[in-house]
């Protein structure tokens, strides 16, 4: 169990450090936007995942001060990137519904002299679940900013796809598992319905953890799917990586 003091300490001693994957349009093979991926450097238990970090974070209620140290890292290593290039930044439920969430992208884009267009927000299903009418607001302000809200790991939570409909979003990031078990006699039905789905409603759609290139032929067969993120393409990769990857791409 992570200490709460160490959390704290980290933050202060910048041990935090963001990772990013690529997601890959699919129509040009270019990379769109790279999702940053918090991790923990810790001196003594090594690498720390997000998973084991967000959570004691919320609990905390240190996730406002680590959030706003994500998106202003993320927005900043951004702007190191070629203009075509965004970042996608997760965003915990709670750190998405603090009253000043507007106040801190619109304050994060300003420090980093990153123009909103090149920021996505990912939140879950979960943040959708509560104070819809708040939510609602908060997801079109969030909108005429200019900045991109991506509903992460979709098909995984509780909301159904009248959610898509429901609330302002631009982009839907389909869950890994849809993929799973998936060969000629269990095709892609389920994945491609919810894909038709949220492009008929104006969404763009990606679907997460590709691996393979059977996985990348079956999901771009039929135009629908604009995105493509996953180990096929990239692991996620320290921030002096990226660029790498961007030159092998752009
Ligand atoms: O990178 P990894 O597979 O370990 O991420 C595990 C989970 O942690 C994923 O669900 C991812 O969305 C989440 N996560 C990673 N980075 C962040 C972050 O900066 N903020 C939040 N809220 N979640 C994150
Ligand atoms: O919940 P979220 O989508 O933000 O989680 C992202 C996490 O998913 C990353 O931290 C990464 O470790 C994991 N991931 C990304 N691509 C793949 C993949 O192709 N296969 C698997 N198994 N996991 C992946
Ligand atoms: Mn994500
Ligand atoms: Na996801």
């Given at each position: 169990r992570i200490l709460e003091l160490d959390l704290r300490r980290a933050l202060a001693h910048e041990e935090f450090e963001l990772y990013y994957q690529p997601l890959v349009n699919?129509?040009?093979?270019?990379?769109s936007t790279c999702e940053a991926l918090l991790r923990w450097n810790h001196p003594v238990r090594g690498t720390v995942s997000p998973v084991d970090i967000i959570p004691v974070a919320e609990e905390m209620g240190l996730i406002v001060d680590l959030g706003r140290w994500i998106l202003r890292k993320a927005c900043m290593e951004c702007?190191?990137?070629?203009?075509a290039v965004s970042v996608a930044v997760n965003f915990s439920p709670q750190q998405f519904h603090q009253r000043d969430v507007l106040n801190e992208v619109r304050y994060a884009l300003e420090v980093s002299?990153?123009?909103?267009?090149?920021l996505e927000i990912e939140i879950t299903e979960s943040s959708l679940l509560r104070n819809t009418q708040w939510t609602l607001d908060a997801l079109s302000q969030l909108h005429s900013a200019g900045v991109r809200i991506s509903l992460d790991?979709?098909?995984?939570?509780?909301?159904?796809?009248s959610y898509l409909h429901n609330f302002p979003l631009q982009k839907v990031k389909i869950d890994r598992?849809?993929?799973?078990?998936?060969d000629a006699d269990r095709p892609l039905t389920l994945l491609r319905g919810v894909a038709r789905l949220s492009a008929d409603l104006g969404m763009s759609v990606v679907v997460e953890g590709i691996e393979t290139n059977e996985q990348l032929e079956l999901i771009s067969?039929?135009?629908?799917?604009t995105e493509a993120q996953g180990y096929l393409f990239s692991r996620p990769v320290q921030a002096t990586q990226v660029r790498q990857l961007l030159a092998a791409s752009h």
């Open positions: 699919l129509k040009t093979g270019r990379i702007m190191r990137w070629p203009e002299g990153l123009p909103a267009s090149r790991d979709f098909g995984t939570g509780y909301s159904s796809l598992s849809f993929l799973e078990g998936i067969a039929d135009g629908t799917v």
